[in-house]
C-alpha cells in the first residue's frame, strides 16, 4: 500500500452497522489548516471607525490587542496590553478583599438568622459580610498609535474599503487617491509578540507618516531616536512599570526622529513598523511584580525588526491558521456585496442566504476573538477580551466569576480551540494561594475561594456591592472548564498535575462549608445567593447544583487517579447527602429557591437555577427536570442583556429545540450586537460573543452526558450543511454533513483508544457503542 493513503473497510464488519470504516488516518485536530481567503469569513466596511465601541476593528495576539480605525489623514490604533492594570499591590490600602478587621462569629449570626427568617434581603447581609473595595483597580488602555499621513483625503470615496479576515487575522484598509492605490494591513503577531503594520502604494514614493503614541494618563515619557520610539513610565496608581517600543521600517525613502517624541518617514515605497509592549506583572502571590519588562520589549521589537514584513506576516498568518482554520461551516449561506454593518441591519432572522452568512460569521468571529485574547503567555479574556479604549472601562473589564469568566471559554473545547485555555488554567492555579487565605479569615476553613468577581491580583474576597459581592461557589464553577478539559483530551497527566489539585482543594472547601439544613437535613450552601437576583437564603437552587457538579467531577477524578479511599468516601457522602438542588414548583418551574416563591412573570436576567443544564449535566433532555427548565426558561422570556441571550441558545439547545435555539441567536444579533459584530451588554461585553459560538455548537454536536450526540438541536431554518473539525468529550473529532435536517455523513477522528458511543438519526436504532482507536479515522454513511 503506497504510504500516506488510507485502507477502505465496511463499518459492518467492525461494528456491526453499514458504513465505511477508514483506518491509519491520523486525528487533525492540531493540524495546519490552509488559511482561507473567503470573503464569507470577512468582516467589510465602506467608512472609517467612528466610534471605538462600534465599529473599530480588533486584533490581538494575546497578550498585546489593538484596535484599528482605519481613519485616512491619521490612522488610529488604540492599543492594549493585558497585563496593565491598576490596584493591587502598591495600590493604597489593597487587602485582596479580605476582612480588615476580624469578625468572629459574624458568619454563623447570618446562617442561624437564615436557618430562623428564611431569607435576608442582599442589604442585610452586606452590612454584615462585606466591606468597601480597597485598591481594587482597573483594566487600563495601554495608549494610542497615531499615524498622521500628509495629503491623504479627507474623507474615503467609493473606493475605500476596511477589512478583518478572520481566517488570516489580518486588518486592511484600501483607497484610492490622486490615482494612487494604497494599501494599511495590520496584525498581531503571537509568535513574534508584536503588533505588526504596512503602509504600501502601487507607485513608488508615496508612502510617508509621522507615527506618534499618545495617552489618556500622563505618567510617560516617549523619547525617539534612530528608527526606534521608545515609551517608559509607571502607573501613579500602584507603580506599575510599563514600556512600548516601536521600530521603523522602509523600503526606499528616510526614517527620522523627531524631538517630541515622533518618527516620520518620508518618499518610500512602503513603510512597516512592529510595535511590542509590556509592563512587570507577574501572577506571583502576593507581590504580583517581575522583572523590568525592557529587556523583554528590546528583545521582541529588535527580534521582529531584524526580519522582513513577509516572513512576519507568514508566521503570523501559519500560527493563526494552525487554530482558525480546523473549523468549517456552511449552513447554506451565501454573502451578498454588502458592508457587514449593512448585512446586520438588513438581518431579518435567519430566512434567507445572506442571513446565514451573518450567522456563519458571527459563529467564527467568536473563535477568532478568542484565539486573539487568549494565548499561552499572558492573563485569560477578561470581560472586553483583550480590547480596552479607557482608563475607567465598565465593571473595571475585570473577571467577573459568576458566569462570566466561565463563559468566555464555553466554546473553547468544542470549536477545537483546546490551546486557548492555558491562560485560563494558569489564572486559576495563582488563585489558590490568595484563595486559601480568604477561606481561612472569612470563613475559618481550608481549601480556596474566590467571589464574585476578580483582577489579577489575587482580590478573592468580598466587596460592598449588595447584589454581587456574595458568591464563594465562583471557585467550585471555575474547575469546571479544567475538567472538562481533561474530559475532551483525556490526559491524565493534565488531570493529575493541574485539573485534580485545583478541583480538590475547592472540594475541600465545601466539605468544610456545608451545613446541615434543619429544614430536612439535607447540606445546603448558606448563606446563599442566586447571582445580582431576590433575597439570601440557604440551599438556592444554582449554589446546590455548582457544589453537586463539582462534587461529582472531583470524585469522578480522584476515582481515575487512584486518590485516597478515605477522600473518596468522604465525596460519596457529601453526595449523598447533599441538596441536589433540584424542585419543581407549583407551576411547573425550576425552583430558583428552595422555597417556591419562583414568579411567572420575572424576566430578570440571569436564569442561574439552569445550571444543572448548561454549562452542569446534571439534568438530561426529555428528564421530568428538563420539562421543568423549559418552563423556568419560556417564563423568563427570549429578552435580556447580550451574554443572557447567548447563555439561552446554550440552554435551549441542550433542551433540544434547535428552533427556539436559532431564535436567541436571531435576538442576539439583532438587538444585542454592534455593527463590528462585538456583543453588547450593554455595553460592549465581549463574553456574549463567546457564548453564542458555544450555543452554535451545541446545537451541532453534545457529549456532555457521555454519548456523541449528533444534530441534537439542528434548526429548521438549517436543513442543509456541514460542519468540520468540532470536537466531542472522550477525544473525538467530527466532520458532520446533513441534508433535510438528518444527517447524511459523520467522519469521525479518534485521539484516543477508547469505546465511543455515538448518537445519531444516521445509524440504524439511532445509536452504536465501537472500541476507537488512537489515529485512526471513522466514516458513518447511509
Not at 462585606?130 to 482597573?138: N, S, T
Not at 484600501?174 to 504600501?200: D, N
Not at 527580534?303 to 461551516?329: C, E, I, P
Amino acid at each position: 500500500m503506497t504510504p500516506g493513503m488510507s485502507r477502505r473497510t465496511t463499518i459492518k464488519s467492525a461494528l456491526g452497522v453499514t458504513g465505511a470504516l477508514t483506518l491509519g488516518v491520523p486525528a487533525i485536530s492540531g493540524a495546519t489548516a490552509a488559511v482561507n481567503p473567503s470573503d464569507e469569513l470577512t468582516l467589510r466596511y465602506q467608512t472609517p471607525a467612528a466610534d471605538w465601541e462600534r465599529e473599530s476593528l480588533p486584533i490581538g495576539s494575546g497578550a498585546l490587542g489593538a484596535s484599528v480605525f482605519g481613519t485616512l489623514a491619521t490612522e488610529r490604533l488604540t492599543l492594549n496590553e493585558k497585563t496593565l492594570w491598576t490596584g493591587g499591590p502598591g495600590a493604597a490600602g489593597y487587602d485582596h478583599g479580605n476582612w480588615t478587621q476580624p469578625r468572629p462569629g459574624v458568619l454563623a449570626s447570618v446562617q442561624q438568622r437564615l436557618d430562623t427568617e428564611g431569607k435576608l434581603t442582599p442589604e442585610a447581609v452586606v452590612a454584615e459580610l462585606g466591606q468597601p473595595k480597597h485598591g481594587f483597580g482597573a483594566y487600563q488602555v495601554l495608549g494610542d498609535l497615531e499615524l498622521a499621513v500628509p495629503d491623504a483625503p479627507s474623507a474615503p470615496d467609493g473606493s475605500y474599503r476596511r477589512t478583518l479576515d478572520l481566517a488570516s487575522a489580518l486588518a486592511a484598509v484600501t483607497y484610492t487617491h490622486q490615482g494612487v492605490a494604497y494599501t494599511r494591513e495590520f496584525f498581531a503577531s503571537h509568535p513574534g509578540k508584536v503588533i505588526v503594520g504596512r503602509f504600501s502604494a502601487d507607485q513608488p514614493g508615496k508612502i510617508g507618516f509621522t507615527l506618534r503614541y499618545t495617552s489618556p494618563r500622563a505618567d510617560f515619557t516617549a523619547t525617539a531616536s534612530g528608527d526606534r520610539l521608545t515609551v517608559k513610565g509607571a502607573l501613579q496608581d500602584n507603580g506599575m512599570r510599563f514600556e512600548t517600543q516601536i521600530r521603523v521600517r522602509t523600503n526606499g525613502g528616510r526614517v527620522s526622529a523627531g524631538a517630541n517624541g515622533t518618527l516620520t518617514v518620508t518618499g518610500a515605497n512602503s513603510a512597516w513598523f512592529v510595535l511590542a509592549a509590556g509592563t512587570d506583572y507577574a501572577d506571583t502571590y502576593p507581590r504580583y511584580r517581575g522583572a523590568d519588562p525592557h529587556r523583554a520589549v528590546t528583545g521582541a521589537v529588535d527580534a521582529a525588526a531584524a526580519r522582513t514584513y513577509d516572513a512576519l506576516r507568514t508566521d503570523h498568518m501559519n500560527d493563526h491558521g494552525a487554530l482558525f482554520g480546523r473549523v468549517s461551516l456552511d449552513i447554506g449561506q451565501q454573502l451578498p456585496d454588502l458592508p457587514t454593518s449593512q448585512l446586520l441591519a438588513q438581518y431579518t432572522g435567519g430566512a434567507s442566504a445572506a442571513d446565514r452568512a451573518l450567522e456563519a460569521l458571527f459563529f467564527q468571529y467568536g473563535r477568532y476573538l478568542l484565539i486573539a485574547s487568549s494565548r499561552a503567555g499572558s492573563l485569560p479574556a477578561n470581560l472586553q477580551g483583550v480590547w480596552n479604549n479607557v482608563t475607567n472601562p465598565p465593571w473595571s473589564a475585570d473577571y467577573h466569576v459568576n458566569i462570566n469568566l466561565q463563559m468566555n471559554y464555553w466554546l473553547a473545547e468544542v470549536t477545537n480551540l483546546a490551546e486557548t485555555t492555558t491562560p485560563y488554567d494558569r489564572y486559576v492555579e495563582a488563585m489558590r494561594a490568595p484563595g486559601r487565605v480568604s477561606a481561612r479569615e472569612i470563613f475559618g476553613s481550608a481549601g480556596w475561594v474566590v467571589q464574585n468577581e476578580t483582577n489579577p491580583f489575587g482580590f478573592t474576597g468580598v466587596h460592598n456591592w449588595a447584589t454581587s459581592f456574595w458568591f464563594p461557589e465562583a471557585a467550585a464553577w471555575l474547575t469546571q472548564q479544567l475538567y472538562d478539559h481533561y474530559r475532551f483530551n483525556g490526559s491524565t497527566d493534565y488531570l493529575r498535575s493541574t485539573a485534580y489539585p485545583v478541583m480538590k482543594e475547592a472540594a475541600e472547601f465545601w466539605l468544610a462549608n456545608l451545613r446541615t439544613d434543619p429544614r430536612d437535613g439535607k447540606l445546603v450552601v448558606t448563606p446563599s445567593y442566586s447571582p445580582e437576583h431576590g433575597d439570601f437564603t440557604a440551599g438556592a437552587a444554582m449554589s446546590q447544583q455548582i457544589v453537586h457538579d463539582l462534587f461529582t467531577n472531583t470524585l469522578e477524578a480522584a476515582r481515575t487517579l487512584g486518590d485516597t479511599p478515605g477522600f473518596r468516601t468522604r465525596l460519596e457522602t457529601a453526595l449523598r447527602d447533599l441538596d441536589p438542588g433540584l424542585r419543581i414548583g407549583s407551576w411547573g418551574q425550576l425552583q430558583e429557591w428552595k422555597t417556591d416563591v419562583d414568579s411567572r412573570t420575572d424576566d430578570h436576567r440571569h436564569v442561574s437555577h439552569l445550571f444543572a443544564l448548561h454549562p452542569g449535566r446534571q439534568i438530561v433532555a426529555g428528564s421530568t427536570w428538563a420539562e421543568a427548565a423549559k418552563v423556568s426558561l419560556t417564563a423568563r422570556g427570549d429578552g435580556g442583556t447580550g451574554w443572557s441571550k447567548a447563555w439561552k441558545i446554550n440552554f435551549w439547545a441542550r433542551l433540544r429545540d434547535g428552533d427556539h435555539a436559532h431564535k436567541m441567536l436571531s435576538e442576539q444579533l439583532k438587538s444585542s450586537t454592534l455593527p463590528n459584530l462585538w456583543d453588547t451588554h450593554p455595553p460592549f461585553q465581549i463574553d456574549g460573543n463567546f457564548g453564542a459560538t458555544s450555543g452554535v455548537a451545541e446545537m451541532l454536536v453534545q457529549s456532555q452526558h457521555g454519548p456523541i450526540e449528533i444534530l441534537p438541536a439542528l434548526p429548521a431554518s438549517w436543513p442543509n450543511g456541514r460542519v468540520t473539525g468540532l470536537r466531542a468529550r472522550g477525544g473525538a473529532t467530527l466532520d458532520i454533513s446533513w441534508s433535510g435536517g438528518r444527517a447524511s455523513r459523520i467522519t469521525l477522528r479518534a485521539s484516543r483508544t477508547r469505546d465511543l458511543t455515538l448518537r445519531s438519526t444516521l445509524l440504524p436504532g439511532g445509536e452504536r457503542t465501537f472500541r476507537a482507536t488512537a489515529g485512526r479515522t471513522y466514516e458513518f454513511t447511509p
